[in-house]
């Protein structure tokens, strides 16, 4: 039992696990700093339409529910993509410096939070593990430091880079089982003859290391899904990317089977896809590490 109480145990098993978001974007040959840029349009609709809005203003209600107060305060959003939070912090007040390297999501995002003229949102783009935290001031320079989603998480070394960044809060979202997708459910006895068996993720390990190293933090794990729909050549292409994703066959041969289920399954060419799964949220208090009881 004594490795289960080894943080430094846990930190090597991290590093060496090879199921991450950022891992399973470079199997998939995407490089997780611009892995958005070709759907930087769509994600940017998909995140101020009005499901997008209700999902942001659940996320920043569940903060502001758990002590975090945003008007005045300052917030630094890693992976700000076009601004799906870095907007709703700037609208109650906050000074946010949004960080993001994708270049269409840079534009998008100076686009959507050129309003923001007495209180303008700072954008800095780049690689996030390149940034000198030092020499860039950001110390302890944030009340709340903002990480949804994002793969700059992938091990306990950048966990403590984004801490290191924040004075009173720090968030970081992760999915908790590899994602859930209706298409990749329908496609992958094809290929391999068995269901998909959905993974534990490096949620696990963020929250073991943090419970070990003795910080405060409160979790929300939710089922999140929502439902898009694709032509029957997109949908062969996400079905594709799915497949390298979780490290199944994503040869010719298996993409003829999934042409083929595709064009028999769904005739009339329009293809509705289910996705989403458990996300598991993270506020880890730095200052205050009493339980939080709302006024």
Same mark, same amino acid.
């Given at each position: 039992?004594?490795?289960?109480?080894?943080?430094?145990?846990?930190?090597?098993?991290?590093?060496?696990?090879?199921?991450?978001?950022?891992?399973?974007?470079?199997?998939?040959?995407?490089?997780?700093?611009?892995?958005?840029?070709?759907?930087?349009?769509?994600?940017?609709?998909?995140?101020?339409?009005?499901?997008?809005?209700?999902?942001?203003?659940?996320?920043?209600?569940?903060?502001?529910?758990?002590?975090?107060?945003?008007?005045?305060?300052?917030?630094?959003?890693?992976?700000?993509?076009?601004?799906?939070?870095? &907007?709703?912090?700037?609208?109650?007040? %906050? +000074?946010?410096? /949004?960080?993001? $390297?994708? *270049?269409?999501?840079?534009?998008?995002?100076?686009?959507?939070?050129?309003?923001?003229?007495?209180?303008?949102?700072?954008?800095?783009?780049?690689?996030?593990?390149?940034?000198?935290?030092?020499?860039?001031?950001?110390?302890?320079?944030?009340?709340?430091?903002?990480?949804?989603?994002?793969?700059?998480?992938?091990?306990?070394?950048? &966990?403590?880079?984004?801490?290191?960044? %924040? +004075?009173?809060? /720090?968030?970081? $979202?992760? *999915?908790?089982?590899?994602?859930?997708?209706?298409?990749?459910?329908?496609?992958?006895?094809?290929?391999?003859?068995?269901?998909?068996?959905?993974?534990?993720?490096?949620?696990?390990?963020?929250?073991?290391?943090?419970?070990?190293?003795?910080?405060?933090?409160?979790?929300?794990?939710?089922?999140?899904?929502?439902?898009?729909?694709?032509?029957?050549?997109?949908?062969?292409?996400?079905?594709?990317?799915?497949?390298?994703?979780?490290?199944?066959?994503?040869?010719?041969?298996?993409?003829?089977?999934?042409?083929?289920?595709?064009?028999?399954?769904?005739?009339?060419?329009k293809v509705r896809v289910q996705q989403g799964g458990r996300f598991g949220k993270v506020l880890i208090r730095l200052q205050d590490q009493n339980m939080y009881a709302q006024e």
């Amino acid at each position: 039992m004594k490795p289960f109480f080894d943080p430094s145990v846990w930190e090597q098993e991290w590093k060496a696990y090879g199921e991450g978001a950022a891992a399973r974007m470079r199997r998939s040959g995407i490089d997780p700093a611009t892995a958005f840029n070709a759907k930087a349009e769509q994600f940017n609709e998909q995140s101020f339409n009005e499901e997008g809005r209700r999902r942001s203003a659940r996320i920043v209600g569940w903060l502001e529910s758990r002590g975090v107060k945003f008007e005045g305060a300052t917030v630094l959003d890693v992976g700000a993509a076009s601004g799906v939070f870095t &907007v709703p912090f700037a609208e109650r007040g %906050a +000074r946010v410096t /949004a960080f993001e $390297s994708s *270049p269409p999501q840079v534009e998008l995002l100076q686009r959507n939070t050129a309003r923001f003229t007495e209180n303008p949102v700072e954008i800095v783009s780049g690689q996030f593990e390149e940034i000198d935290i030092r020499e860039k001031g950001w110390n302890q320079a944030f009340d709340l430091v903002f990480v949804s989603m994002c793969p700059v998480v992938h091990d306990w070394d950048s &966990v403590e880079r984004i801490l290191s960044c %924040a +004075r009173k809060f /720090a968030y970081i $979202s992760m *999915p908790v089982s590899s994602s859930e997708n209706s298409l990749v459910n329908e496609v992958t006895p094809l290929i391999t003859g068995r269901p998909f068996e959905p993974k534990v993720t490096e949620m696990g390990y963020l929250l073991h290391l943090l419970c070990l190293k003795g910080y405060a933090y409160e979790i929300l794990v939710t089922r999140e899904l929502k439902t898009t729909e694709h032509t029957r050549e997109e949908a062969l292409e996400e079905a594709m990317m799915w497949l390298r994703h979780h490290n199944l066959p994503a040869d010719e041969g298996s993409r003829s089977r999934v042409a083929e289920h595709l064009k028999q399954a769904y005739p009339e060419e329009k293809v509705r896809v289910q996705q989403g799964g458990r996300f598991g949220k993270v506020l880890i208090r730095l200052q205050d590490q009493n339980m939080y009881a709302q006024e």
